[in-house]
């Protein structure tokens, strides 16, 4: 078995064998996931600009299950700069 047929065997029966590749039931399928999931995230820091897709990292890293992103940042006193969020 080749490696190409080895790592398509782990993924039908379940395994995640690329990163970013999770839910695939083929390596074909899991490499199309992963590039997706890479080209979305390309494609959103370029529709905010960096500072704007950092500062959106931020917010959401702040989330909680009782408050949303900007509300949780402020209650903690973080100052949130939306000015640095491009083309919304």
Same mark, same amino acid.
Not at 18 to 33: C, E, I, K, M, Y
């Given at each position: %078995?080749?490696?190409?047929?080895?790592?398509?065997?782990?993924?039908?029966?379940?395994?995640?064998? $690329?990163?970013?590749?999770?839910?695939?039931?083929?390596?074909?399928? +899991?490499?199309?996931?992963?590039?997706?999931?890479?080209?979305?995230?390309?494609?959103?820091?370029? +529709?905010?600009?960096?500072?704007?897709? $950092?500062? %959106?990292?931020?917010?959401?890293?702040?989330?909680?299950?009782?408050?949303?992103?900007?509300?949780?940042?402020?209650?903690?006193?973080?100052? %949130?700069?939306?000015?640095? $969020?491009?083309? %919304?």
């Amino acid at each position: %078995m080749s490696g190409d047929e080895d790592l398509d065997a782990r993924a039908a029966a379940g395994e995640t064998v $690329v990163p970013g590749g999770t839910g695939g039931r083929s390596l074909q399928a +899991q490499r199309n996931l992963a590039l997706g999931r890479s080209r979305g995230g390309q494609a959103r820091a370029g +529709q905010l600009g960096h500072d704007g897709y $950092v500062e %959106m990292g931020r917010k959401g890293g702040s989330v909680t299950s009782e408050e949303s992103g900007g509300r949780a940042a402020a209650s903690t006193g973080r100052d %949130m700069d939306t000015a640095k $969020v491009t083309n %919304m």
